[in-house]
């Protein structure tokens, strides 16, 4: 089922379908020697030796990359260092609280955070350099994306332009709320937040197998913000229906075809599992027996 429904992305590596590591043609961009502000790209990593290259290289134009690693226990922090990345680790303690603890590390003026399933295209790179370079209107920038799953570029399901947390930001200027997962942001500065035009790509999974693990993973995290809301199984299947709805119907995911129900789909069972596991924490059930199960008759 896999191998039909979930074709392998487009290698971006070396600007072209294949491996092997060599400079991606991203970082031969010339920058002027002085007066520039200089850019830290940042991404956040564990255990993702399968991206972290990809996504290293879509950012070696930058005046400094670095990956701060929570312990993989693969061969992440080797394959980043070899590309020319600053690998600190930070110990996992939420997202949020990881992201903040990152900005600490980052040396220069302006940051601009990646993930390690998004890569830099061209076309954002030329303006993030441009931004930096002139007089910016803002401390802060969203960065629209754009996805690729089973096959597809994403259109629908609420997936473009997909922003997340400001991505591109003078350092100082904005800050990570401490949620385990899904964190929001602050502003410390009076600008209003601006918005870039030019895409991110962004490769969320791998495959089926990649999209039940994440849900899996976040909604254990989740769980965690739910602590002052009352909850019960009704209201995890609830809540976990609107969220199929929401996605495949008015963020119009049946437009991505087989693609926009898997995403809805997932989105109801991140959501429901992740009010269920929240129930599951605030009941007091018996533990299994630890006797045999008797058939019946004996």
């Given amino acids: 089922m896999l191998t039909l429904l979930c074709r392998p992305a487009p290698d971006i590596r070396n600007g072209q379908a294949g491996g092997g590591r060599v400079k991606h043609p991203l970082a031969a961009t010339s920058r002027p020697a002085e007066g520039m502000p200089k850019i830290t790209a940042y991404i956040i990593a564990f255990n993702e030796a399968a991206k972290i290259e990809a996504a290293v290289s879509s950012v070696l134009w930058a005046d400094e990359v670095l990956v701060a690693d929570s312990s993989s226990t693969d061969n992440t922090a080797a394959l980043a260092t070899a590309l020319g990345a600053r690998v600190v680790q930070v110990p996992f303690h939420g997202f949020g609280d990881l992201r903040n603890r990152t900005l600490g590390h980052c040396t220069h003026e302006w940051i601009f955070s990646l993930d390690s399933d998004e890569r830099c295209t061209a076309e954002a790179r030329d303006e993030i350099l441009a931004t930096v370079a002139g007089e910016p209107a803002h ?50 500065t009076a600008k209003p937040v601006g918005h870039l035009e030019q895409a991110i790509h962004q490769f969320p999974f791998r495959n089926l197998d990649e999209v039940i693990r994440k849900m899996n993973r976040y909604s254990t995290l989740g769980a965690a913000k739910l602590t002052k809301k009352r909850v019960s199984m009704a209201s995890a299947f609830g809540h976990g229906l609107w969220a199929f709805i929401k996605h495949y119907i008015f963020k119009r995911g049946f437009k991505d075809g087989w693609a926009g129900f898997v995403i809805a789909f997932g989105n109801f069972e991140g959501t429901f599992y992740r009010y269920a596991k929240r129930y599951e924490e605030t009941q007091n059930w018996e533990p299994p027996p630890s006797e045999k199960l008797k058939r019946p008759g004996m």
Wanted: glycine share 10%; proline share 8%; charged share 20%.
């Fill in 139 to 188: 401390d802060a920038y969203l960065v629209p994306r754009r996805s690729y799953m089973m096959g597809r570029w994403i259109t629908g399901s609420g997936w473009y332009p997909n922003y997340r947390q400001p991505q591109l930001f003078r350092k100082g200027a904005m800050r990570y709320t401490l949620d385990p997962v899904h964190e929001g942001y602050e502003l410390l």
